[in-house]
């Protein structure tokens, strides 16, 4: 007989066995149903619900004068189509459809044949359409009775104003460009992303089986805020006849690209900035499959060594220290041997002029002169280097100005504290060289130049929804009573020099300012490039002597001479030149300058 299998003991610890586990279940229900209760609403709501962001109107942006449109937000129609539903005969009547309404060639009619194969439920067939365009498309489609397709609103960024180029929108290395996102991409979209596009507003409904919302249930949980509308500090006509211009110059000398820039040296306001080549806004999804390049803004985004326009600075530095005087006497050798004779610096045409005034040295630019002024600035080279190092740093180079467009960069300037210099590198540094700036920072150091000695705040939005936008100075850089110096210095270099008076001078008007050429460096190959320079030139115009109105920054980047000797290269636009013909069209504008009955810099009487 066999023994009794069941124990007290076993039936106690099956039971407890089942009370723990219904414990842990009760709990698990319980900590379900109270701690994770807003979980689980949620997720049923997530279910049951679609939460929607609407994106808001993107703001329009507009020229100074408030009315002349130069980006805005319209809305487009695409063509959608559910090519699992079209048969060949109706793949072949959508084609000829489409190519007949908008006139579509022979490779446009094969890529939509091509986005029609069979087998895709949703394929956009085109996109950007006008609303007429559509309406003409939909109203042939319903006619012919082909099925599976359907229409799509979508907002689309567009810039009505030609540029001054073939295939340009007006400003668009400025502007620069809102993708499909809804996204701002460089200049100013970029930089006013935020209040441009404003916040969108968020919409729920009750959604069918499908995920579709139903509309009978739709309500607004946060309406948004709508984009802001920008005022820019640019006038249009000016900005036009400055693209004209560069892209004209850019023809003649066969440079890699030229850019200028024309900015209110009392304000900081930008009233025209250009480069080309150049692009269109509109159309910037085919310029960045080919030239994505193009994008960048080579006045904000992009530095160069600007060459003898920065003896200007060695100006400044020689006449708060009072080492020299415009008048002091000074004599050119040609070439001055440095660092103990291993190294040396020369005049462009390598020849002495012997003594000559410092003005005068500035007006022919003497190279020799310059690095002689940078050498004496101090007791010794650290203290010299210091003083000019200083100076640069004071009139903002090697920070960014603070313009109100992306991308803007600090430029390239060399710390002697850090590395000391050598006299070679101080008496390059004296014209321009071993530095690296942007156009838009020369145009504001010269403007403090001439201004009175205020180092403006650069900028490019005028009004914010109509109302205007205070901008601030970046302190005063300059003793006031040194600006007509300055300004007496620049009008004596065009004034002077047979080379420069013949084509910079302007009948009726005060111009002043400075050439400079350089080399260009060649990284890949680790000398300088061959047969091609940086031409730059910066200067001032105005309408009464001793009063400038505008200050005007060229740089013609990497240009070909039609004439290159020692000494003596020339271009047929040459940057002074180009200097001039943006300066006599920006005194044509009508009422650009405002007046100015008391005059802020006052020179010498020039008789």
């Not at 489409?98 to 087998?119: I, S």
């Not at 640069?392 to 002697?416: C, H, K, Q, Y």
């Not at 200097?579 to 044509?588: G, L, N, Q, V, Y």
């Amino acid at each position: 007989m066999l023994g009794r299998t069941d124990s007290r003991g076993r039936l106690l610890f099956l039971l407890l066995a089942f009370v723990v586990a219904a414990t842990v279940i009760v709990g698990r229900l319980g900590w379900w149903q109270i701690a994770r209760q807003a979980d689980l609403a949620e997720a049923a709501h997530r279910q049951i619900y679609l939460r929607t962001e609407v994106p808001a109107q993107r703001g329009t942006i507009y020229d100074r004068s408030g009315t002349i449109i130069l980006a805005e937000t319209v809305t487009r129609v695409r063509v959608i189509a559910d090519t699992t539903r079209l048969g060949a005969a109706d793949r072949d009547a959508l084609t000829a459809i489409l190519a007949e309404v908008l006139g579509l060639d022979e490779a446009a009619t094969a890529t939509v044949q091509a986005r029609l194969a069979p087998g895709r439920a949703y394929v956009v067939v085109v996109r950007d359409l006008t609303p007429d365009a559509a309406d003409a498309i939909r109203a042939r489609v319903t006619e012919s009775g082909v099925r599976g397709i359907s229409f799509e609103n979508e907002s689309v960024r567009v810039h009505p104003q030609s540029g001054g180029g073939p295939e340009t929108s007006l400003a668009a290395h400025l502007m620069g460009f809102v993708n499909r996102e809804g996204t701002g991409q460089y200049g100013v979209e970029q930089f006013y992303q935020d209040e441009l596009a404003g916040l969108p507003a968020i919409v729920e409904s009750d959604r069918d089986a499908n995920g579709k919302p139903v509309i009978e249930t739709q309500h607004t949980v946060d309406a948004g805020t709508a984009g802001v509308d920008l005022s820019l500090t640019i006038d249009a006509s000016l900005q036009l006849a400055l693209e004209q211009e560069v892209m004209s110059a850019w023809v003649a000398d066969r440079a890699k690209s030229v850019s200028a820039v024309i900015l209110d040296p009392y304000t900081g306001e930008i009233l025209a900035e250009a480069t080309y080549p150049s692009y269109d806004a509109s159309d910037y999804a085919s310029v960045a499959t080919t030239d994505p390049g193009r994008f960048v803004d080579p006045v904000v985004s992009e530095v160069y060594e600007p060459g003898s326009v920065f003896k200007m600075l060695t100006v400044i530095a020689g006449l708060e220290t009072g080492t020299v005087t415009l008048a002091s006497e000074i004599d050119d050798t040609g070439t001055l041997r440095l660092d103990g004779g291993r190294t040396h610096i020369d005049d462009a045409d390598r020849k002495a002029m012997g003594v000559m005034t410092f003005e005068d040295a500035i007006a022919f630019s003497r190279n020799v002169v310059a690095a002689k002024v940078a050498l004496g600035l101090g007791p010794s080279l650290d203290a010299s280097s210091a003083v000019l190092h200083e100076v640069w740093l004071r009139l903002g180079f090697g920070s960014r100005t603070g313009i109100d467009l992306a991308g803007e960069v600090n430029g390239i300037v060399r710390d002697p504290a850090d590395t000391p210099w050598r006299e070679i590198d101080l008496a390059n540094g004296a014209f321009g060289q071993g530095v690296a700036v942007t156009p838009l920072q020369l145009a504001a150091g010269f403007s403090a130049m001439v201004n009175g000695g205020t180092l403006v705040s650069p900028h490019v939005v005028k009004a914010v929804d109509g109302t205007p936008v205070e901008v601030g100075d970046r302190g005063q850089v300059i003793d006031p009573a040194l600006s007509p110096d300055l300004v007496e210095l620049m009008h004596h270099v065009v004034a002077t020099v047979p080379f420069y008076r013949d084509r910079t001078l302007i009948p009726g008007y005060d111009v002043g300012g400075k050439t400079g050429t350089a080399q260009i460096w060649d990284t890949e190959i680790g000398n300088w490039k061959t047969g091609v320079f940086n031409f730059s030139f910066v200067g001032y115009i105005g309408r009464d002597a001793g009063h400038p109105d505008l200050v005007i920054a060229v740089r013609i980047n990497e240009g070909h001479p039609s004439v290159r000797r020692v000494g003596q290269l020339e271009m047929p636009v040459m940057s002074f030149e180009l200097f001039r013909r943006i300066a006599t069209d920006a005194m044509a504008i009508p009422g650009l300058l405002p007046d100015r009955p008391t005059p802020v810099v006052l020179v010498p009487n020039r008789d």
